[in-house]
């Protein structure tokens, strides 16, 4: 099981997708979320974050790039780098520090810091589709791989 897919008719699919790979996830992960504006991203950050035991607001990181969460069991890291112009930034910012064993990495627009952002476990990819979406795993790595089997059983 490299691959998953299935559909979500409305926003609470989103977020029971999330909480459901909250279970399956561990920390070292790296998951690049791809999919239009719109798509479900952050829906799905949100569902895994409260998963993990955020209980706050989950505020989409448009403009500071990073929204970072230490939860219970381990930090959790949440980029949107639809913003990001300057490579330089990445460097600058230390953002190659977050991607460590001790915590999960969760990257909406990920091709923005194309050789700079680290490669992913697993890629996630949602898509609208009439009034829903779907959703598409691939597992890139065999850390990946083995949280696909845990979410499919
Ligand atoms: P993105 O981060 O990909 O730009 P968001 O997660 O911000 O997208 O979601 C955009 C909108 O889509 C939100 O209003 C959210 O409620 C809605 N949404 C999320 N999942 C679904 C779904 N499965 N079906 C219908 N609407 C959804
Ligand atoms: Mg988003």
Redesign the pocket.
């Known amino acids: 099981t490299s691959v998953q897919s299935g559909g979500?008719?409305?926003?609470s699919?989103?977020l029971a997708l999330g909480a459901a790979f909250a279970a399956a996830a561990e920390p070292g992960l790296t998951v690049h979320l791809l999919?239009d504006?719109?798509?479900?991203?952050?829906?799905f950050t949100r569902g895994l974050l409260a998963a993990l035991g955020h209980r706050g607001k989950v505020k989409?990181p448009t403009y500071t790039l990073v929204e970072s969460y230490a939860l219970p069991e381990y930090s959790v890291h949440h980029f949107d780098l639809y913003r990001f112009a300057d490579p330089e930034e990445w460097n600058d910012a230390g953002f190659s520090e977050y991607f460590g064993q001790d915590s999960l990495c969760l990257v909406?627009w990920p091709d923005k810091a194309r050789g700079l952002a680290p490669a992913p476990d697993i890629v996630l990819e949602?898509a609208v589709a009439g009034?829903?979406?779907t959703y598409h795993f691939q597992a890139l790595s065999q850390t990946g791989q083995s949280c696909l089997i845990r979410l499919s059983t």
């Open positions: 979500l008719p409305d926003e699919a989103t999919g504006l719109g798509a479900g991203k952050t829906t989409s909406e949602l009034d829903g979406r």
